[in-house]
């Protein structure tokens, strides 16, 4: 592909080029801040941020410090990461690609980040590492191609071919001490050491991107930073849904809950059961995203609804 005078390529990334892609990512700031205990931000200048600060402003590719052991875990585990590069060898844009199997999509090759830099936007790059991710996901036999696109990159995607709709989720909080302790589910706390109990559950809270990307991500957190926080795993033995309970890396006090689940009409009482969790934990609030067809069956419950996300897809067979 040519971009203006210089001629782009796309390749598998590997560890050695965590310094090039963390440059992309930062460079897609506009501006940094400091995360304060309680949960406001303050404007920060990068250079007087530390490396927990850099994560906080949009995750492990802000600092060479996280970015290196999670590019690490991503190529160890078998997921992959493409790059954009000039024929100087200067990284434009990075991709990653989760491959694993989601109980409603099939088997899916999931695009959990994509990134280019500003000076080399509308110039192809983007579309090429979709198209690499598209061949990969051919070559791995998977069923789609799916991303959790960005309002901004919607239209984007389209044009690299995801025109399908896969799901709407939208974001929403509640405070823990809002919901009365109702009847008490068995809990079971418990780590999960597979995908495998989880793949043909629903995942009905907390899916910001692919069951799969979101399970994987978390099984070896960022030494220093997201290995910090408080968590619970375990089933709702009764509900048959499994659970993880985590704290928010920008607000302290506050959970962020994920589920999957057999029974997927009972979120309601799997949200409840959740969030009665969470209190006797020591949260205070809790965040979750929830699938827009769920929505009806929460209703009146005290919770403050945010964002919706979309998430797109392209069937690869
Ligand atoms: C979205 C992003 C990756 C696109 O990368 P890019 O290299 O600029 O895109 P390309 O040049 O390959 O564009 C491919 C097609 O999409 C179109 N397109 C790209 N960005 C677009 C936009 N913001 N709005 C509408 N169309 C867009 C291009 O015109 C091109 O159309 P064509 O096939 O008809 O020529 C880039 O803008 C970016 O990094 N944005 C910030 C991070 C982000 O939003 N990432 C996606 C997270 S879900």
Request: hydrophobic residues 40%.
């Amino acid at each position: 592909m040519s971009a203006g005078d210089t001629t782009l390529r796309v390749r598998p990334a590997g560890p050695q080029d965590a310094p090039g892609i963390v440059a992309v990512h930062q460079s897609g700031v506009s501006q940094w801040f400091r995360y304060r205990s309680d949960g406001t931000r303050i404007p920060a200048r990068l250079e007087d941020l530390g490396p927990a600060d850099r994560y906080r402003n949009g995750g492990p590719f802000m600092a060479i410090e996280c970015a290196l052991p999670h590019l690490r875990r991503l190529l160890s585990s078998g997921q992959l990461a493409f790059v954009a590069e000039t024929d100087t060898e200067e990284i434009v844009g990075e991709l990653e690609l989760y491959i694993g199997r989601e109980s409603d999509w099939g088997r899916t090759a999931h695009i959990d980040m994509l990134e280019v830099h500003p000076h080399y936007r509308r110039r192809g790059a983007g579309k090429a590492l979709v198209a690499a991710a598209m061949d990969l996901g051919k070559e791995r036999r998977t069923d789609r191609l799916s991303t959790n696109a960005e309002k901004t990159a919607i239209r984007f995607y389209q044009r690299c071919g995801l025109e399908e709709t896969l799901a709407r989720v939208r974001g929403g909080s509640v405070a823990t001490d809002a919901v009365p302790p109702g009847r008490e589910n068995t809990v079971a706390p418990g780590k999960i050491e597979t995908y495998r109990p989880l793949e043909h559950r629903r995942m009905i809270l907390g899916r910001l991107q692919s069951s799969f990307a979101e399970w994987i991500k978390r099984r070896e957190p960022i030494p220093g930073i997201t290995d910090q926080l408080k968590s619970e795993e375990g089933w709702v033995e009764e509900l048959d849904a499994y659970y993880r309970i985590e704290e928010s890396v920008l607000e302290p006090g506050v959970a962020w809950l994920q589920s999957w689940t057999s029974v997927p009409g009972r979120v309601r009482e799997i949200l409840l059961a959740l969030i009665n969790r969470a209190r006797e934990l020591g949260f205070v609030r809790v965040r979750t995203v929830v699938d827009r067809n769920a929505l009806q069956a929460l209703a009146g419950l005290p919770i403050v609804w945010g964002e919706e996300y979309i998430f797109l897809g392209r069937r690869l067979r």
